[in-house]
């Protein structure tokens, strides 16, 4: 069974920081690409940044390149999102998200974890 658990979300003032984590467990993470989604009220869910299995960062929305860094460590089966500058229009509730291959693709969301950043 795999399992995807995000914490780290919170209450932070406009310009402060805040560190995601997601932990999979159930399957070799290292040999999938995880990404960070995120949704906020009344919108559709969007991609911020996703990360290849090989540690790289791509595709970061524009709004938030240059203040947020995607890292994962495979021994942890864990992926980061490294959130500073933060604005109010982050407000959102942050999903990881994995797909994997099992006699087919199947998609893995966590449970979602809220960033509120009060303007």
């Known amino acids: 069974q795999v399992r995807v658990v995000e914490s780290g979300g919170g209450l932070v003032p406009p310009g402060g920081s805040l560190r995601l984590s997601c932990i999979v467990s159930?399957?070799?993470?290292?040999?999938?690409?995880m990404s960070w989604y995120r949704q906020a009220p009344g919108k559709e869910r969007e991609l911020v940044v996703l990360?290849?299995?090989?540690?790289?960062?791509?595709n970061y929305a524009d709004s938030v390149k240059g203040r947020f860094t995607i890292s994962r460590d495979n021994a942890k089966q864990s992926v980061y999102l490294q959130m500073n500058s933060l604005k109010p229009e982050d407000t959102a509730v942050y999903y990881c998200?994995?797909?994997?291959?099992?006699?087919?693709?199947?998609?893995?969301w966590g449970q979602g974890t809220q960033v509120t950043v009060p303007s």
């Open positions: 998200y994995v797909a994997v291959y099992r006699v087919g693709w199947h998609e893995y």
């Open positions: 990360i290849t299995s090989a540690g790289v960062g791509v």
């Open positions: 159930g399957v070799a993470a290292d040999t999938y690409p």
